[in-house]
């Protein structure tokens, strides 16, 4: 159901008019002679209290949904005190931004680990008649929608990053914000909501294996230092036996520049500094 706009009365100038015919009325029934006045005056009367009825106020960012016998007729936006037909319903509903911080939840994200996740989820009814006749109450509905695609997104993408060009939980927060705003919309589109932000708020391992995560993070950040060393240590090597072969200052065989290679390799790659022993006689 789409919404529809409507037009109202203005209520001040019609409750102006309604003091004025209640005046007359009272007028009437206390000053007239009897009989048809005071009838009259009581049908004025009457009247009157009935068309109040018809009085709603519509506050900045807000809209009334207005329906006749449970008959959807339209929704006012505009503001102030409004008047229209006595016998519609009206429905108030807030057009305001509005956030949503979901709790943590504990899923298990793409390898398998338990997580813990929580996000907070920015909104607000761009349509007033499918918040209101298409779901029952559309803020529970966007608190479980979204905690239900909080989920669906984490079990799609890793916690962490283990290859190159792949998208994480940790490492590409932007990426993961604009797919939970997808599955958002996806979900949230038929209750008139537009979600106008998603993001990550809290990520981290559950608390069973956040110890073994931190150790194995540890490990492989360990790896990744001793793999650069190692490789600029190669090549700091290559560059030595290159240029003591270029400039001629000593000529080694395979075994000397094996032995070289040895403790150059151990100097360049050791946790601790070296104390070499210098060779005061010959080199062979």
Known sequence: MKEIPVRSLPGIPFLLLQIVVLGLSVLLFFGGSGGPFSLMSVGLGLVTVLLSAGFYMVEPNQSAVLSLFGRYTGTDKANGLRWNNPFLTKKKVSLRVRNFESGRLKVNELEGSPIEIAAVIVWRVVDSAEAVFNVDD???????????????????????????????????????????????????????????????????????????????????????????????????????????????????????????????????????????????????
């Open 138 to 284: 559309y803020e529970s509905f966007v608190h479980i929608q979204s905690e239900a695609a909080l989920r669906a997104m984490a079990t799609s993408y890793p916690y962490d990053q283990h290859e190159d060009g792949q998208i994480s939980l940790r490492s590409h927060p932007v990426e993961i914000s604009d797919r939970l705003k997808e599955h958002l919309d996806e979900r949230l589109t038929s209750a008139g909501v537009d979600v106008l932000d998603a993001r990550i708020s809290h990520l981290a391992y559950a608390p069973e294996i956040a110890h073994a995560m931190l150790q194995r993070q540890q490990a492989n950040a360990v790896i990744a230092a001793r793999t650069r060393i190692v490789a600029g240590a190669v090549g700091m090597v290559e560059m030595a036996l290159s240029e003591l072969q270029k400039s001629g200052v000593v000529t080694l065989d395979e075994e000397r520049k094996a032995a070289m290679v040895s403790n150059l390799l151990v100097v360049l790659c050791g946790d601790r500094g070296t104390q070499p022993i210098v060779n005061t006689g010959s080199l062979y």
